[in-house]
């Protein structure tokens, strides 16, 4: 079975019983300063398996079970094993937060939840793999993550809603170095398919 199909069946339960259970969703939150102050390094992963609602959570599992298992067979491919998928999403999860940690780490207000940064980095990293792919079958991969990294640096600067967009601009960023770094000749491939405009009919 795909790991992203478990992954998406357990944020679905874990999402759920977050939203009857108070306390569950507040062990889950990312909370920069109590990872701080309280040592509780769970909270780099686990606000990836809750959501602030339903639509939240379809929308990114939506993505994720589109996306997921062509990254998880690439990786499968060029890494040698699927296991390094789940490495991947983990990483993601945390490389994600990091900006987030580093500007909110002394504000005790500050909270998030949701798998969008890990979501964004296996969308781009399939972007990666394939770029000329339409997305909404519509947009071509590449040029839709040009336009998605350029709106979420510029929301973020704006900072205008709660949505995480920092989450999805280095969520998205990481999901293209990770492949490049773990296989560096993957940059000339991704390059060379760059180069090469399929006809879109």
Request: charged residues 10%; proline residues 4%.
């Amino acid at each position: 079975m795909s790991y992203s199909y478990i992954i998406i069946g357990i944020t679905a339960i874990i999402s759920f019983l977050a939203w009857s259970n108070g306390e569950l969703m507040f062990k889950c939150f990312f909370i920069p300063n109590h990872v701080k102050e309280r040592n509780e390094y769970w909270r780099f992963f686990s606000h990836g398996f809750i959501h602030a609602d339903q639509q939240h959570l379809i929308f990114n599992m939506l993505t994720l079970f589109f996306f997921g298992p062509f990254v998880e067979s690439a990786f499968a491919y060029h890494f040698g094993s699927g296991y390094t998928y789940i490495l991947f999403y983990f990483a993601a999860l945390v490389a994600s937060s990091i900006p987030d940690y580093l500007k909110h780490k002394d504000d005790y207000r500050y909270r998030s939840l949701g798998a969008s940064g890990a979501v964004s980095a296996v969308l781009f990293a399939a972007i990666i793999f394939d770029p000329w792919m339409l997305i909404n079958f519509i947009i071509p991969g590449i040029l839709f993550a040009v336009g998605y990294l350029w709106y979420s640096a510029r929301m973020s600067k704006m900072n205008q809603d709660n949505i995480g967009h920092n989450a999805h601009l280095w969520g998205g960023l990481f999901g293209m170095a990770f492949p490049f770094i773990m296989k560096p000749i993957l940059l000339q491939e991704f390059i060379q398919n760059l180069i090469h405009i399929p006809y879109f009919q």
